[in-house]
């Protein structure tokens, strides 16, 4: 082999892998742009209708109780957003992030100990049911749509696959210590 031809073949062969080099950056950058559930997460939040708003306005409400780590609820986030869009005329959505301390007096009121926990309050704010976990979409919007036309729902306490709002064992048996104070 000539070095002519062995200079041109390691052209070759550096054009290859800076094209491969190339295709997979473009690759990892498209796919963590699709995988920003997080983001998803809390620019859902931002939109959902504030807590004070639901619990005054005479309609039937949705509260999700979620964390940006919980990875049932980046799961069901586009679920949970289709679903928001079909029925938010008629029910409020609204989103509380179980990290935020301030709102622990609603963790402790419904009993949220594992998240994403869908709570549903009917139009004069009784709690109705509650669905805690990983569902398909057609558990909740049945129960929507019985929330909708003030009917019992479907599914009032179902457990599915969820992220457990953690506790230290040391501190099971204060009665002081709630599922969010971590000890403090």
Known sequence: MTSESSGLSTRIRNGLIALGAIAISITLFFSLQADNSSLSLESQAEQATPLEVAMNNNKPTLIEFYAN????CQTMASEVEQLKNKYNESINFVMLNVDNEKWLPEMLQYQVDSIPNFTFLAADGRQLGSVIGEHPQAVLEQ???ALQQNESLPYQRNQGQSSQVERNPSETNN???TPRSHGS
């Open 69 to 72: 780590w919980c990875t049932s």
């Open 175 to 177: 009665p002081e210590v």
């Open 143 to 145: 129960n929507l749509q």
